[in-house]
């Protein structure tokens, strides 16, 4: 079974940073593009990040670029999204998600995992 497990979120001060880590297990997505998704209570779940499934490209939200930034390492089945200068409106559970091919839709994503809170006190 294939499953996706984030870790690495956690109460922080505005203008910190956090580095969440996205493991893949049970079956390889090295050939699949990788997303981060956020929700905050009350809100629909939004686009974070993508890359695709070499690295070579990647896209991001309006509300997160030039802070956040998505790599990938397809030999350890991971994917990382570096996040700094984090705002109090970046608070959200935050989701890994996988599919074929890269896209910004939380639709099209059939593979998600647990998710991590991320919490960010002004």
């Known amino acids: 079974q294939a499953t996706l497990v984030e870790s690495g979120g956690g109460l922080v001060q505005a203008g910190a940073s956090l580095r969440l880590s996205c493991a893949a297990s049970?079956?390889?997505?090295?050939?699949?593009?990788m997303a981060w998704f956020r929700q905050a209570p009350g809100r629909e779940r939004e686009f974070v990040a993508v890359?695709?499934?070499?690295?070579?490209?990647?896209e991001y939200a309006d509300s997160v670029k030039g802070r956040f930034f998505i790599s990938r390492d397809n030999s350890k089945n991971t994917v990382w999204l570096q996040m700094n200068s984090l705002k109090p409106e970046d608070t959200a559970v935050y989701y890994c998600?996988?599919?074929?091919?890269?896209?910004?839709?939380?639709?099209?994503?059939?593979?998600w995992g647990q998710g991590t809170q991320v919490t960010v006190s002004s």
């Open positions: 998600a996988a599919r074929p091919y890269y896209s910004a839709q939380a639709r099209d994503y059939n593979y």
């Open positions: 049970g079956r390889t997505f090295n050939s699949y593009a």
């Open positions: 890359v695709s499934w070499s690295g070579s490209y990647t």
